[in-house]
C-alpha cells in the first residue's frame, strides 16, 4: 500500500477511484481485469480496502441478507462468491461456520475477505493499481479535461478520468456538535458499541438494517439496562423464507406513472397469490428487475409521493434480512431486554448522567418520556450532501462539481453514471456509482445493482480511454475523445430533461398497499 507523504504532482493516472468499498473496488478489479495496462489507483483513508463500511464488521454475528449463491461480485457470474467460500473454508472457519450451504447468509466479514482477495488478484495483473491510503480533500478541473486531486497530507494526483464512490455517510438526524457526549450518530465505531453495553437503558432511533445488526452485537455485551428502539412506524425489515419464483406480472412497456397506480396494481397481485397459497416475497422479488425502470417512470411529483406514503413500507419489504436476526430481535422483546415504540422525538433534556427523551407516539396527541443513558441515531444514511461535513463533498459543492439531486436523496447525477452541476449539466471525466445515484435509481444500494453499475462503469471509461488512445494515434486536430464525450454527455443530459410491525402475511401487506392506494389527504386528494 502506498502513503501520500509528499506534494510533488505523481504521473498522470488514467482513472482515479475515489473511496474503497465495494463499488470503487469492483470498478479497479474490472479495469485491472480488463489487463489494457492502464494506471489506476483506488484511494481511501481506511486501513482496510475493499470492505468500506458494510463489509468492515468484526463481529461473526453480522450477516448478509442474501443467500450465498447469489452474492457474486460479477454481474455475469453470481455464484462467484459460493464457489470461493467453497475453495476457502479456512474463511469460514474463522467466522465459525462449519456447514456451507447455497441458501446460507454468511457473516458480512467473510464478504469482505472476498472483495480483498479479489483486489490483490486484480493488483496481480498487469498495468498499475496503486493502492493509496489518503483522504482526497478538494478535486479541480485542469486544462484539457483532467482533474487534479489534493489529499489531506498535500500530496496530488493527476487523473483523466475520477470516479468518485463515496459509500453511505453517517446518519443525519442531528450533529453531534449540537448535543452531548450522550448522543451518537455513528452506529460502526467501535466507541459507540463500547459505550452502548455500558449498564443503564439506551436508545436506538431507527428500527432498519443497522439496528438490528446492533442488536446482535448488544445481545452479547449488553447485560444491565433495557434496549430501547424508536421509530415512525415501527417498521422493521422483513425476514427471508424460501419460496419459489414469481412470473413478472408488469409490462415493461407500460409501467405505473403514479404511486397509486403501483399500490393498486401490486396489492391486486398480492390478493391473486394469496388466494393461491403463495407468499408476498416472490411478488415483490420478480418486481427487481423493474425497480428502477418504475421509479424513473415516475414525474418528480409521484417519487415525492412514493417516498412519502409508501418508501417505509417498500423498503421493509424490499430490503430484507436474514431469518436468524429476526428470532434474535424476537427473543430479546421476550425476555424484557428489548423494548419497541412507535412515534418521533420531540426534544431531549440531559440531566446529570442521562437524558430525557421526549417522543410522541404514533396516531396520538400525548407525548411519553424515556429516560436514558444514551442515544444513538440509526436512521439511515444522511443522503443530502448539502448537510454533510465531509471535506471533500463540501469542496465539490462550492466548486459545483457536484449537486444534490431535486429529492435530497443522492447526488445530481446523469445516464451512464456522470455526476452533474446544480444546473443539471453532466461534468465529463467525473462519474460516480452506488448511493450518490439514489435519487435517480432509487434502487442503488444493494449488491445486485452495485456489481452491474461497477461493470458498466469501467466498460464506460475503458471506451474512453480507447477513443483518446486511437484519436491520438491519428494525430486528429480535435481530439475523438472530447468528441465522442461530448456526445456522450448532450445524451446524458438529453435522456435527463426527459426524466427530469414484524412479520407480516400476505393478506395483511396485500391491505397495507391497498389502503395506500386509495387514502385521501384531509383535503379529500388522494396522496398517491
Not at 477511484?17 to 479497479?28: D, H, L, P
Not at 393498486?264 to 390478493?271: D, I, N, S, T, W
Not at 465531509?390 to 444534490?404: E, F, K, N, S, W
Request: charged content about 25%; overall charge positive; aromatic content about 6%.
Amino acid at each position: 500500500m502506498n502513503n501520500m507523504m509528499n506534494n510533488e504532482l505523481r504521473a498522470p493516472y488514467d482513472v482515479v477511484i475515489v473511496g474503497s468499498g465495494y463499488s470503487g473496488t469492483m470498478v479497479a478489479v474490472h479495469l485491472a481485469r480488463a489487463q489494457r495496462g492502464l494506471r489506476v489507483a483506488l484511494i481511501d483513508r481506511s486501513k482496510t480496502f475493499g470492505r468500506g463500511v458494510a463489509y468492515g464488521t468484526t463481529d461473526p454475528k453480522h450477516l448478509l441478507n442474501v443467500p450465498a449463491d447469489q452474492m457474486g461480485a460479477f454481474p455475469d457470474d453470481i455464484g462467484h462468491f459460493y464457489r470461493w467460500l467453497k475453495a476457502h473454508s479456512a474463511n469460514l472457519e474463522a467466522a465459525a461456520i462449519h456447514e456451507l450451504r447455497p441458501d446460507a447468509f454468511i457473516p458480512r466479514l467473510v464478504f469482505g475477505d472476498y472483495i480483498q482477495d479479489l483486489l490483490r488478484e486484480a493488483r496481480a495483473l498487469p498495468g498499475t493499481l496503486d493502492i493509496i491510503r489518503d483522504e482526497i480533500v478538494d478535486l479541480t478541473p485542469r486544462e484539457g479535461g483532467s482533474f487534479q486531486l489534493i489529499g489531506k497530507s498535500g500530496s496530488k494526483l493527476e487523473a483523466a478520468q475520477v470516479v468518485l464512490a463515496l459509500g453511505n455517510f453517517p446518519p443525519g438526524e442531528a450533529e453531534q456538535k449540537t448535543k452531548g457526549d450522550w448522543f451518537m450518530n455513528n452506529p460502526y465505531a467501535a466507541e459507540v458499541h463500547a459505550k452502548l453495553a455500558e449498564p443503564g437503558d439506551i436508545l436506538i432511533i431507527g428500527t432498519g438494517l443497522t439496528s438490528l445488526d446492533l442488536l446482535l452485537t448488544l445481545d452479547k455485551t449488553k447485560r444491565e439496562g433495557k434496549i430501547h428502539l424508536l421509530s415512525r412506524r415501527g417498521l422493521f425489515p422483513q425476514p427471508h423464507k424460501e419460496a419459489a419464483s414469481y412470473p413478472a406480472f408488469l409490462d415493461p412497456d407500460n409501467l405505473p406513472k403514479t404511486a397509486r397506480a403501483l399500490c393498486r396494481r401490486v396489492a391486486q397481485e398480492l390478493r391473486q397469490a394469496n388466494a393461491q397459497g403463495i407468499d408476498w416475497r416472490p411478488v415483490l422479488d420478480s418486481l427487481r428487475p423493474l425497480n428502477q425502470a418504475i421509479w424513473r417512470n415516475f414525474n418528480p411529483t409521484e417519487q415525492r409521493r412514493f417516498l412519502r406514503h409508501l418508501g417505509a413500507l417498500w423498503d421493509t419489504h424490499r430490503h430484507r434480512c436474514a431469518p436468524e436476526i429476526m428470532a434474535v430481535k424476537n427473543r430479546l422483546q421476550a425476555e424484557g431486554r428489548l423494548v419497541c415504540h412507535q412515534g418521533y422525538v420531540k426534544g431531549y433534556e440531559p440531566m446529570g448522567g442521562q437524558v430525557e427523551v421526549t417522543y410522541r407516539p404514533r396516531g396520538t396527541t400525548q407525548e411519553n418520556k424515556l429516560r436514558v443513558r444514551h442515544v444513538l441515531s440509526c436512521t439511515g444514511p444522511q443522503s443530502d450532501y448539502r448537510k454533510l461535513n465531509d471535506p471533500l463533498v463540501q469542496q465539490l459543492l462550492i466548486r459545483d462539481l457536484l449537486a444534490a439531486d431535486p429529492l435530497r436523496i443522492g447526488a445530481y447525477t446523469a445516464e451512464g453514471g456522470y455526476v452533474c452541476n446544480r444546473e443539471g449539466q453532466v461534468i465529463r471525466g467525473l462519474y460516480t456509482l452506488g448511493p450518490t445515484q439514489k435519487g435517480r435509481l432509487y434502487e442503488s444500494v444493494a449488491v445486485p445493482e452495485l456489481r452491474g453499475q461497477a461493470a458498466d462503469l469501467a466498460a464506460h471509461l475503458l471506451n474512453v480511454i480507447a477513443r483518446k488512445d486511437q484519436s491520438s494515434a491519428d494525430g486528429n486536430a480535435r481530439s475523438l475523445s472530447d468528441l465522442t464525450s461530448e456526445i456522450d454527455a448532450r445524451i446524458a443530459d438529453h435522456t435527463r430533461l426527459l426524466t427530469t410491525t414484524d412479520v407480516v402475511d400476505s393478506g395483511r401487506l396485500c391491505s397495507q398497499f391497498a389502503t395506500l392506494s386509495a387514502r385521501r389527504t384531509p383535503n379529500g386528494e388522494r396522496p398517491a
